[in-house]
Nanobody, 123 residues
Framework: QVQLVESGGGLVQAGGSLRLSCAASGRTFSTYAMGWFRQAPGKEREFVAGINRSDNTAYADSVKGRFTISRDNAKNTVYLQMNSLKPEDTAVYYC?????????????????WGQGTQVTVSS
């Protein structure tokens, strides 16, 4: 089990950028696959991006070319760089850990979750 703490959310104008961070506890962080999900008001939580222990990545079609996921195993941290933000990116963003080490788009496959960080994009 890992504890996850997100940071970096905030209010930004459309077209702007934010970088989210997710700090993880535990010695086995480097073996986990990590994912970012988001939940907008009135909508279900959805997959945004994932990265496995080999630094392979996957993205939702809605964020491809705008968002980049990365990890720094020395710092036990995963990042989500978000560029060209749109109002429809407004949501609470969560990071999640998959101990099996595989990127999954299904939230049920993730073992541990952070508390979330709010991202608001104004038009």
């Amino acid at each position: 089990q890992v504890q996850l703490v997100e940071s970096g959310g905030g209010l930004v104008q459309a077209g702007g950028s934010l970088r989210l961070s997710c700090a993880a506890s535990g010695r086995t962080f480097s073996t986990y696959a990590m994912g970012w999900f988001r939940q907008a008001p009135g909508k279900e939580r959805e997959f945004v991006a994932g990265i496995n222990r080999s630094d392979n990545t996957a993205y939702a079609d809605s964020v491809k070319g705008r968002f980049t996921i990365s990890r720094d195993n020395a710092k036990n941290t995963v990042y989500l760089q978000m560029n060209s933000l749109k109002p429809e990116d407004t949501a609470v963003y969560y990071c999640a850990a998959n101990s099996a080490g595989y990127i999954r788009t299904n939230e049920q496959r993730y073992d541990d979750w952070g508390q979330g960080t709010q991202v608001t994009v104004s038009s």
